[in-house]
């Protein structure tokens, strides 16, 4: 008998989100994919003659906003976005899902591409993956970043995902690129083991005469250079209660494969009795070009984030820091740090009113670039 999609959309969430809010991620996949369960999802005609198996969920998440700041031109702004994501199964092992982001900001809406990706279900420890995926480095950007499971109103300023005030670039945005994956995951006893490996297309310079180019991850098929970004990621987790995180890429950003570009990352969290603690840290080095040879410009920061569920309210605190960075004797980055306390008041587990403060501060400088920020954040 052909395994339904409800069994195939569990696992998947499973090697996916293990150890993040899975049981509201759960919900809403289960609930949409049985909506569109029927019997020929056995794959069986009135006169017993096989078929294939072909499903479609449509699920997703949006969110409506208010956000305030302290200087700027634009002081206060309304926002909307919606990002629908699209599962098809075809027959027992095979399921390809998709994610549109539709993002108005300023008066314009921004559409984009999140994730196209088709999977191989190879039995039930391994997946494969082939297309645009959002890589797996770290926990926030894979698993976290969607507005109803990010339990702050914001992004943590590490991760160039909305975030306007902070006083330093991020290291990284939530990463997508194209290429191959392959995911394993096992059980041996009450832990949880994931291992992923995969290669993509890999970053390439948005200006290579700046003294530190800043780097840019393939959104379309396109590679700049011959060579391939290889990455990976292993997580370690007791569930529910503790789970640890770490991952690694490395590629050439250049059109000679002459200069690479490393960044590594460890996450841990932990939660018992309604009370959650998370946090990251990353590392990037980046190989610059120079008269006197190849310099590495290294950076680094981490964010910290706690919560604490009671009821339907669910206070939350984060702090973000940037670290202060020098290259070739001349600051590239001056250091800046955030905390950011915020309220949520959950009306069911994938709807929430959300509002969150964040107090920006850069090392040395008086600048008042705090933000207010609510939202209405649903899962679907």
């Given at each position: 008998?052909?395994?339904?999609?409800?069994?195939?959309?569990?696992?998947?969430?499973?090697?996916?989100?293990?150890?993040?809010?899975?049981?509201?991620?759960?919900?809403?996949?289960?609930?949409?994919?049985?909506?569109?369960?029927?019997?020929?999802?056995?794959?069986?005609?009135?006169?017993?003659?096989?078929?294939?198996?072909?499903?479609?969920?449509?699920?997703?998440?949006?969110?409506?906003?208010?956000?305030?700041?302290?200087?700027?031109?634009?002081?206060?702004?309304?926002?909307?976005?919606?990002?629908?994501?699209?599962?098809f199964q075809f027959q027992d092992?095979?399921?390809?899902?998709?994610?549109?982001?539709?993002?108005?900001?300023?008066?314009?809406?921004?559409?984009?591409?999140?994730?196209?990706?088709?999977?191989?279900?190879?039995?039930?420890?391994?997946?494969?993956?082939?297309?645009?995926?959002?890589?797996?480095?770290?926990?926030?950007?894979?698993?976290?970043?969607?507005?109803?499971?990010?339990?702050?109103?914001?992004?943590?300023?590490?991760?160039?995902?909305?975030?306007?005030?902070?006083?330093?670039?991020?290291?990284?945005?939530?990463?997508?690129?194209?290429?191959?994956?392959?995911?394993?995951?096992?059980?041996?006893?009450?832990?949880?083991?994931?291992?992923?490996?995969?290669?993509?297309?890999?970053?390439?310079?948005?200006?290579?005469?700046?003294?530190?180019?800043?780097?840019?991850?393939?959104?379309?098929?396109?590679?700049?250079?011959?060579?391939?970004?290889?990455?990976?990621?292993?997580?370690?987790?007791?569930?529910?209660w503790v789970r640890l995180s770490?991952?690694?890429?490395?590629?050439?950003?250049?059109?000679?494969?002459?200069?690479?570009?490393?960044?590594?990352?460890?996450?841990?969290?932990?939660?018992?009795?309604?009370?959650?603690?998370?946090?990251?840290?990353?590392?990037?080095?980046?190989?610059?070009?120079?008269?006197?040879?190849?310099?590495?410009?290294?950076?680094?920061?981490?964010?910290?984030?706690?919560?604490?569920?009671?009821?339907?309210?669910?206070?939350?605190?984060?702090?973000?820091?940037?670290?202060?960075?020098?290259?070739?004797?001349?600051?590239?980055?001056?250091?800046?740090?955030?905390?950011?306390?915020?309220?949520?008041?959950?009306?069911?587990?994938?709807?929430?009113?959300?509002?969150?403060?964040?107090?920006?501060?850069?090392?040395?400088?008086?600048?008042?670039?705090?933000?207010?920020?609510?939202?209405?954040?649903?899962?679907?």
């Open positions: 008998m052909v395994r339904n999609i409800r069994a195939r959309r569990r696992r998947e969430i499973n090697h996916r989100s293990a150890g993040t809010r899975t049981c509201a991620v759960v919900t809403v996949g289960l609930a949409a994919a049985t909506m569109f369960y029927t019997s020929s999802a056995h794959g069986q005609t009135g006169t017993g003659r096989v078929v294939p198996t072909n499903e479609t969920v449509i699920s997703g998440y949006g969110t409506v906003g208010y956000n305030a700041q302290t200087q700027g031109d634009n002081l206060n702004a309304f926002t909307a976005s919606v990002s629908p994501v699209f599962l092992r095979v399921l390809f899902e998709m994610e549109l982001e539709f993002d108005l900001r300023e008066g314009v809406t921004e559409t984009g591409l999140e994730y196209a990706q088709l999977d191989y279900i190879l039995n039930d420890n391994v997946v494969l993956v082939a297309g645009k995926f959002l890589l797996p480095f770290g926990v926030f950007g894979p698993e976290i970043h969607p507005t109803w499971i990010n339990k702050h109103t914001t992004a943590p300023p590490l991760y160039g995902h909305h975030v306007t005030q902070f006083g330093a670039p991020p290291l990284l945005p939530v990463l997508a690129d194209v290429g191959a994956m392959a995911r394993v995951a096992l059980n041996p006893g009450r832990m949880q083991l994931a291992f992923i490996l995969y290669a993509t297309q890999g970053p390439s310079a948005e200006d290579a005469d700046e003294a530190v180019p800043e780097l840019e991850f393939a959104s379309s098929s396109s590679d700049g250079n011959t060579d391939k970004m290889l990455g990976t990621r292993v997580d370690i987790g007791l569930p529910p770490l991952s690694y890429l490395n590629g050439d950003y250049d059109e000679s494969n002459a200069l690479g570009f490393t960044a590594w990352n460890v996450a841990a969290e932990a939660r018992t009795s309604g009370f959650e603690i998370r946090g990251e840290y990353i590392q990037t080095r980046q190989e610059i070009q120079s008269v006197g040879g190849v310099p590495t410009f290294r950076r680094h920061g981490f964010y910290a984030q706690t919560a604490y569920r009671r009821g339907r309210w669910e206070p939350v605190f984060r702090w973000t820091q940037i670290f202060a960075n020098n290259f070739a004797g001349a600051p590239q980055d001056i250091g800046a740090w955030q905390a950011a306390p915020g309220i949520d008041y959950w009306l069911n587990p994938s709807i929430a009113f959300m509002v969150g403060y964040e107090i920006n501060r850069e090392r040395g400088a008086e600048i008042d670039n705090d933000r207010v920020v609510a939202h209405f954040a649903f899962g679907f």
